[in-house]
Protein backbone atom coordinates (compact mmCIF):
# COMPACT_ATOMS: atom_id res chain seq x y z
CA UNK A 1 0.00 0.00 0.00
CA UNK A 2 1.41 3.81 -0.39
CA UNK A 3 0.78 6.15 1.46
CA UNK A 4 -0.47 9.58 0.03
CA UNK A 5 0.91 12.39 1.52
CA UNK A 6 -0.24 15.76 0.10
CA UNK A 7 2.18 19.17 -0.20
CA UNK A 8 1.38 22.27 -1.38
CA UNK A 9 4.16 24.42 -0.58
CA UNK A 10 7.96 23.58 0.52
CA UNK A 11 6.49 24.30 4.02
CA UNK A 12 4.24 21.71 3.80
CA UNK A 13 6.64 19.29 2.27
CA UNK A 14 8.92 20.39 5.66
CA UNK A 15 6.01 19.05 7.24
CA UNK A 16 5.89 15.41 5.98
CA UNK A 17 9.59 14.71 5.32
CA UNK A 18 9.62 13.18 9.15
CA UNK A 19 6.48 10.99 7.51
CA UNK A 20 8.33 10.14 5.17
CA UNK A 21 11.61 9.21 6.93
CA UNK A 22 9.72 7.77 10.19
CA UNK A 23 11.98 10.50 12.10
CA UNK A 24 12.86 14.07 12.76
CA UNK A 25 16.12 13.86 11.02
CA UNK A 26 18.87 15.68 12.90
CA UNK A 27 22.62 16.66 11.66
CA UNK A 28 21.40 14.95 8.50
CA UNK A 29 20.98 15.50 4.80
CA UNK A 30 17.78 13.65 3.48
CA UNK A 31 17.13 12.40 0.21
CA UNK A 32 13.80 12.46 -1.05
CA UNK A 33 13.41 10.27 -4.25
CA UNK A 34 10.15 11.14 -6.59
CA UNK A 35 8.79 9.85 -9.22
CA UNK A 36 6.44 11.84 -11.04
CA UNK A 37 4.79 13.73 -8.55
CA UNK A 38 5.30 11.41 -5.64
CA UNK A 39 8.19 10.30 -2.81
CA UNK A 40 8.76 6.91 -1.90
CA UNK A 41 10.59 6.92 1.60
CA UNK A 42 13.75 8.93 2.46
CA UNK A 43 17.67 8.23 2.32
CA UNK A 44 19.59 9.98 5.04
CA UNK A 45 22.99 10.70 5.36
CA UNK A 46 24.88 12.31 8.22
CA UNK A 47 26.68 15.82 7.33
CA UNK A 48 29.99 15.39 5.49
CA UNK A 49 32.64 15.90 8.28
CA UNK A 50 35.89 18.21 7.91
CA UNK A 51 37.94 15.45 6.95
CA UNK A 52 35.50 13.78 4.12
CA UNK A 53 35.91 13.53 0.40
CA UNK A 54 33.05 15.46 -1.07
CA UNK A 55 33.14 14.16 -4.21
CA UNK A 56 33.17 10.76 -2.91
CA UNK A 57 30.26 11.62 -0.73
CA UNK A 58 27.80 13.61 -3.17
CA UNK A 59 28.93 10.54 -5.89
CA UNK A 60 28.05 7.90 -3.46
CA UNK A 61 24.72 9.79 -2.38
CA UNK A 62 23.29 10.24 -5.74
CA UNK A 63 24.24 6.75 -6.54
CA UNK A 64 22.23 5.69 -3.95
CA UNK A 65 18.86 7.44 -4.72
CA UNK A 66 19.39 6.75 -7.94
CA UNK A 67 19.23 2.65 -7.68
CA UNK A 68 15.48 3.58 -5.94
CA UNK A 69 13.08 1.94 -8.69
CA UNK A 70 11.06 4.23 -11.22
CA UNK A 71 13.08 7.56 -9.52
CA UNK A 72 13.12 10.57 -12.12
CA UNK A 73 13.80 13.47 -9.20
CA UNK A 74 14.98 14.01 -6.02
CA UNK A 75 14.63 16.81 -2.86
CA UNK A 76 17.62 17.42 -0.61
CA UNK A 77 16.75 18.48 2.46
CA UNK A 78 19.50 19.49 5.06
CA UNK A 79 19.19 19.67 9.10
CA UNK A 80 21.76 21.26 11.16
CA UNK A 81 22.09 23.00 14.47
CA UNK A 82 24.36 25.08 12.64
CA UNK A 83 22.82 29.08 12.18
CA UNK A 84 22.53 30.54 8.72
CA UNK A 85 25.62 33.25 8.50
CA UNK A 86 24.87 37.00 7.97
CA UNK A 87 27.02 38.28 4.98
CA UNK A 88 27.31 42.18 3.18
CA UNK A 89 26.61 39.60 0.30
CA UNK A 90 23.31 38.37 1.86
CA UNK A 91 22.32 34.95 3.81
CA UNK A 92 24.89 31.91 3.61
CA UNK A 93 23.13 28.30 3.92
CA UNK A 94 25.16 25.90 6.39
CA UNK A 95 26.39 22.90 3.99
CA UNK A 96 25.74 25.12 1.10
CA UNK A 97 28.81 23.47 -0.69
CA UNK A 98 28.02 20.23 -0.40
CA UNK A 99 24.18 20.85 -1.64
CA UNK A 100 25.52 22.31 -4.78
CA UNK A 101 27.72 19.26 -5.20
CA UNK A 102 24.43 17.06 -5.18
CA UNK A 103 22.43 19.01 -6.90
CA UNK A 104 24.86 19.49 -9.70
CA UNK A 105 25.58 15.72 -9.57
CA UNK A 106 21.52 15.05 -9.64
CA UNK A 107 21.20 16.71 -12.54
CA UNK A 108 24.38 15.13 -14.43
CA UNK A 109 22.39 11.84 -14.11
CA UNK A 110 19.37 13.27 -15.35
CA UNK A 111 17.14 13.63 -11.92
CA UNK A 112 14.68 16.51 -12.00
CA UNK A 113 15.21 18.64 -8.61
CA UNK A 114 12.03 18.96 -6.81
CA UNK A 115 13.01 21.33 -3.99
CA UNK A 116 16.70 21.64 -1.62
CA UNK A 117 15.93 23.21 1.70
CA UNK A 118 17.42 23.89 4.85
CA UNK A 119 16.80 23.75 8.27
CA UNK A 120 18.39 25.47 11.29
CA UNK A 121 17.61 26.69 14.84
CA UNK A 122 16.19 30.03 13.65
CA UNK A 123 14.39 28.96 11.00
CA UNK A 124 13.97 27.68 7.07
CA UNK A 125 15.42 28.69 3.69
CA UNK A 126 15.71 27.55 0.36
CA UNK A 127 19.16 27.21 -1.77
CA UNK A 128 17.18 27.43 -5.32
CA UNK A 129 16.69 31.00 -4.58
CA UNK A 130 19.41 33.24 -5.36
CA UNK A 131 18.76 35.52 -1.95
CA UNK A 132 17.77 33.06 0.90
CA UNK A 133 15.49 34.31 3.68
CA UNK A 134 14.73 32.62 6.60
CA UNK A 135 11.11 32.03 7.02
CA UNK A 136 9.69 30.91 10.98
CA UNK A 137 10.16 27.52 11.82
CA UNK A 138 6.36 27.62 13.21
CA UNK A 139 5.03 27.52 9.06
CA UNK A 140 6.29 24.08 8.74
CA UNK A 141 3.33 22.14 10.07
CA UNK A 142 3.43 18.86 12.51
CA UNK A 143 4.04 15.31 10.97
CA UNK A 144 1.03 13.59 9.89
CA UNK A 145 0.39 10.51 11.09
CA UNK A 146 1.45 8.02 8.37
CA UNK A 147 0.17 4.31 8.73
CA UNK A 148 2.79 2.10 10.18
CA UNK A 149 4.93 4.94 10.84
CA UNK A 150 4.01 5.63 14.51
CA UNK A 151 5.76 8.61 16.17
CA UNK A 152 8.07 10.82 14.24
CA UNK A 153 9.45 13.45 16.70
CA UNK A 154 12.57 11.83 18.04
CA UNK A 155 15.77 12.25 15.46
CA UNK A 156 17.49 8.73 13.90
CA UNK A 157 18.66 7.41 17.08
CA UNK A 158 15.36 7.49 18.57
CA UNK A 159 14.22 3.89 19.82
CA UNK A 160 18.00 2.05 19.94
CA UNK A 161 18.11 2.41 24.02
CA UNK A 162 17.71 -1.49 24.94
CA UNK A 163 14.86 -1.92 27.52
CA UNK A 164 15.20 -0.85 31.07
CA UNK A 165 15.65 -4.42 32.92
CA UNK A 166 15.66 -4.78 36.55
CA UNK A 167 18.73 -6.56 38.32
CA UNK A 168 16.67 -9.32 39.87
CA UNK A 169 15.39 -10.40 35.98
CA UNK A 170 19.25 -9.70 34.54
CA UNK A 171 20.02 -12.22 37.55
CA UNK A 172 17.33 -14.59 36.65
CA UNK A 173 18.69 -15.03 32.79
CA UNK A 174 21.86 -15.15 34.41
CA UNK A 175 21.85 -18.11 36.41
CA UNK A 176 19.49 -19.70 33.68
CA UNK A 177 21.97 -19.50 31.07
CA UNK A 178 25.14 -20.96 33.31
CA UNK A 179 23.02 -24.09 33.87
CA UNK A 180 21.33 -24.66 30.69
CA UNK A 181 25.23 -24.21 29.69
CA UNK A 182 26.08 -26.87 32.69
CA UNK A 183 23.14 -29.54 31.31
CA UNK A 184 24.13 -29.12 27.67
CA UNK A 185 28.04 -29.90 28.67
CA UNK A 186 26.80 -32.66 30.84
CA UNK A 187 25.14 -34.30 27.68
CA UNK A 188 27.58 -33.66 25.89
CA UNK A 189 29.66 -36.07 27.51
CA UNK A 190 26.79 -38.65 28.47
CA UNK A 191 27.49 -37.72 32.06
CA UNK A 192 23.85 -35.96 33.21
CA UNK A 193 24.12 -36.52 37.23
CA UNK A 194 20.36 -36.19 37.86
CA UNK A 195 21.16 -33.17 40.16
CA UNK A 196 20.52 -30.63 37.13
CA UNK A 197 18.53 -27.49 37.15
CA UNK A 198 14.94 -29.25 35.65
CA UNK A 199 14.45 -25.79 34.09
CA UNK A 200 17.57 -26.40 32.27
CA UNK A 201 16.59 -29.41 30.98
CA UNK A 202 13.42 -28.15 29.25
CA UNK A 203 15.36 -25.96 27.67
CA UNK A 204 17.45 -28.14 26.13
CA UNK A 205 14.66 -29.94 24.57
CA UNK A 206 14.06 -26.56 22.94
CA UNK A 207 17.28 -26.96 21.13
CA UNK A 208 16.26 -29.96 19.67
CA UNK A 209 14.62 -28.19 16.77
CA UNK A 210 16.32 -25.09 16.76
CA UNK A 211 14.58 -23.87 13.51
CA UNK A 212 11.22 -24.34 15.27
CA UNK A 213 12.59 -22.45 18.05
CA UNK A 214 13.17 -19.52 16.84
CA UNK A 215 9.53 -19.70 15.10
CA UNK A 216 7.92 -19.93 18.32
CA UNK A 217 10.05 -16.56 19.79
CA UNK A 218 8.00 -14.87 17.02
CA UNK A 219 4.59 -16.28 18.02
CA UNK A 220 5.11 -15.56 21.41
CA UNK A 221 7.74 -12.07 21.29
CA UNK A 222 6.48 -10.64 24.85
CA UNK A 223 8.22 -11.89 28.26
CA UNK A 224 10.17 -14.76 27.49
CA UNK A 225 10.92 -16.59 30.14
CA UNK A 226 14.44 -16.64 31.66
CA UNK A 227 15.30 -20.10 30.25
CA UNK A 228 13.70 -19.05 26.89
CA UNK A 229 15.98 -16.00 26.73
CA UNK A 230 18.64 -17.86 27.99
CA UNK A 231 18.26 -20.43 25.03
CA UNK A 232 18.02 -18.14 22.81
CA UNK A 233 21.21 -16.65 23.78
CA UNK A 234 23.01 -20.09 23.83
CA UNK A 235 22.05 -20.00 19.94
CA UNK A 236 23.60 -16.48 19.20
CA UNK A 237 26.29 -16.85 20.91
CA UNK A 238 27.01 -19.48 18.18
CA UNK A 239 27.90 -18.55 14.78
CA UNK A 240 25.89 -21.45 13.18
CA UNK A 241 22.88 -20.82 14.93
CA UNK A 242 23.15 -17.10 15.02
CA UNK A 243 23.58 -17.08 11.55
CA UNK A 244 20.18 -19.27 11.04
CA UNK A 245 18.16 -16.81 13.03
CA UNK A 246 18.81 -13.89 11.16
CA UNK A 247 18.28 -15.59 8.06
CA UNK A 248 14.92 -17.17 8.68
CA UNK A 249 13.73 -14.41 10.05
CA UNK A 250 14.42 -12.79 6.94
CA UNK A 251 12.59 -15.26 5.30
CA UNK A 252 10.81 -18.64 6.72
CA UNK A 253 10.98 -21.30 9.13
CA UNK A 254 11.94 -23.44 5.77
CA UNK A 255 14.98 -21.11 4.44
CA UNK A 256 15.95 -21.48 8.52
CA UNK A 257 15.89 -25.47 7.81
CA UNK A 258 18.09 -25.49 4.95
CA UNK A 259 20.46 -22.51 6.06
CA UNK A 260 21.32 -25.18 9.19
CA UNK A 261 21.72 -27.53 7.64
CA UNK A 262 23.80 -25.64 4.85
CA UNK A 263 25.88 -24.82 8.18
CA UNK A 264 26.02 -28.10 9.72
CA UNK A 265 27.62 -29.67 6.17
CA UNK A 266 30.10 -27.15 6.09
CA UNK A 267 30.95 -27.48 9.56
CA UNK A 268 31.51 -31.13 9.32
CA UNK A 269 32.23 -31.50 5.97
CA UNK A 270 33.56 -28.43 4.34
CA UNK A 271 30.58 -28.45 1.53
CA UNK A 272 30.01 -25.22 0.42
CA UNK A 273 27.17 -22.84 1.13
CA UNK A 274 24.32 -22.15 -1.52
CA UNK A 275 25.02 -19.01 -3.08
CA UNK A 276 20.91 -18.50 -2.41
CA UNK A 277 21.26 -18.49 1.36
CA UNK A 278 24.58 -16.53 1.94
CA UNK A 279 22.47 -13.83 -0.43
CA UNK A 280 19.91 -13.17 2.34
CA UNK A 281 22.55 -11.50 4.40
CA UNK A 282 24.26 -9.80 1.84
CA UNK A 283 20.56 -8.33 1.53
CA UNK A 284 19.93 -9.94 -1.68
CA UNK A 285 16.50 -11.43 -2.99
CA UNK A 286 12.66 -10.63 -2.27
CA UNK A 287 12.08 -7.90 0.02
CA UNK A 288 11.53 -9.23 3.51
CA UNK A 289 7.95 -9.06 5.35
CA UNK A 290 9.33 -5.77 7.69
CA UNK A 291 6.60 -6.90 10.49
CA UNK A 292 8.65 -10.08 11.18
CA UNK A 293 11.70 -8.34 11.00
CA UNK A 294 10.35 -5.99 13.91
CA UNK A 295 9.21 -8.59 16.09
CA UNK A 296 12.74 -10.55 15.71
CA UNK A 297 14.14 -7.13 16.09
CA UNK A 298 12.15 -6.45 20.02
CA UNK A 299 13.03 -10.27 20.70
CA UNK A 300 16.89 -9.34 20.34
CA UNK A 301 16.69 -6.44 21.68
CA UNK A 302 15.11 -7.80 25.13
CA UNK A 303 17.53 -10.71 25.52
CA UNK A 304 20.27 -8.48 24.91
CA UNK A 305 19.28 -5.83 27.79
CA UNK A 306 18.47 -9.29 29.46
CA UNK A 307 21.96 -11.46 29.04
CA UNK A 308 24.98 -10.99 31.33
CA UNK A 309 27.82 -8.52 29.20
CA UNK A 310 30.24 -11.54 27.77
CA UNK A 311 26.79 -12.65 26.10
CA UNK A 312 25.64 -9.29 24.67
CA UNK A 313 27.19 -9.47 21.82
CA UNK A 314 25.91 -12.70 19.48
CA UNK A 315 21.87 -10.62 20.31
CA UNK A 316 23.42 -7.04 19.44
CA UNK A 317 24.90 -7.97 16.38
CA UNK A 318 21.36 -10.11 15.17
CA UNK A 319 19.45 -6.38 16.20
CA UNK A 320 22.40 -4.51 13.77
CA UNK A 321 21.71 -6.64 10.95
CA UNK A 322 17.74 -6.83 11.28
CA UNK A 323 17.96 -2.84 11.94
CA UNK A 324 20.01 -2.67 8.62
CA UNK A 325 17.67 -4.82 7.42
CA UNK A 326 15.00 -2.64 7.80
CA UNK A 327 16.77 0.62 6.36
CA UNK A 328 17.70 2.02 9.74
CA UNK A 329 21.94 1.53 9.34
CA UNK A 330 21.71 4.33 11.91
CA UNK A 331 20.42 1.99 14.22
CA UNK A 332 22.55 -0.68 13.14
CA UNK A 333 25.78 1.17 13.53
CA UNK A 334 24.72 1.92 17.20
CA UNK A 335 24.35 -1.38 17.88
CA UNK A 336 27.73 -2.37 16.27
CA UNK A 337 29.27 0.10 18.82
CA UNK A 338 27.59 -1.74 21.85
CA UNK A 339 29.36 -5.10 20.47
CA UNK A 340 32.75 -3.03 19.70
CA UNK A 341 33.30 -1.88 23.84
CA UNK A 342 32.49 -5.34 24.89
CA UNK A 343 34.63 -7.48 21.79
CA UNK A 344 36.60 -5.36 19.48
CA UNK A 345 37.22 -8.12 17.33
CA UNK A 346 33.90 -9.73 17.01
CA UNK A 347 33.49 -10.72 13.69
CA UNK A 348 30.15 -10.34 12.45
CA UNK A 349 30.31 -6.88 14.19
CA UNK A 350 33.48 -5.73 11.73
CA UNK A 351 31.80 -7.59 8.53
CA UNK A 352 28.51 -5.45 9.39
CA UNK A 353 30.51 -2.51 10.57
CA UNK A 354 32.42 -2.27 7.27
CA UNK A 355 29.27 -2.66 5.12
CA UNK A 356 27.43 0.21 6.76
CA UNK A 357 31.21 2.49 6.74
CA UNK A 358 30.76 1.33 2.87
CA UNK A 359 26.89 2.82 2.65
CA UNK A 360 26.00 -0.35 1.30
CA UNK A 361 21.97 -1.30 2.04
CA UNK A 362 20.29 -4.04 1.00
CA UNK A 363 18.79 -4.11 -2.53
CA UNK A 364 15.42 -4.62 -1.12
CA UNK A 365 15.81 -0.97 -0.19
CA UNK A 366 15.54 0.42 -3.09
CA UNK A 367 12.40 -1.45 -4.41
CA UNK A 368 9.04 0.58 -4.41
CA UNK A 369 6.70 -1.19 -1.78
Known sequence: MTTVLHASGSADFLGLVPALAG?????????????????????????????????EYVETAI??????????????????DESALPTRDGLVLPVAVAVDGLLDSAEDVGLRIVDALCVTPDGWASYLEEEPNLAPLADIPAAPVAPGVGDVAGDQLAG???????????????????????????????????????????????LDDIPAFFEMLLDEPENLPPFATAALL???????????????WATDAARGIRVLDAQLAYSHNGETIPDDLGAVFLGRGPKPDPDRLRLALAIV??????????????????????SW?????????????????IDPEYGLAALLGSMISAAMLPEWAFQRG
Not at 172 to 192: I, K, P, Q, S, Y
Not at 234 to 248: H, Y
Not at 312 to 322: D, K, N, Q, S
Open 63 to 80: ALISRVTGTDAVAIVVYT
Open 234 to 248: WCLGRPIFRDVALTQ
Open 23 to 55: FTPRESIVLLPFRGKRAYGAMRVDLPSDDVDLD
Open 325 to 341: ALGRSSHAAHYIDLVRE
Open 160 to 206: TALPHIDLAEKERVGTALHDLEEVLAHDATGRLTGGENPQALAAVVL
Open 301 to 322: RGAAARAPRASRPGPLTVAAWL
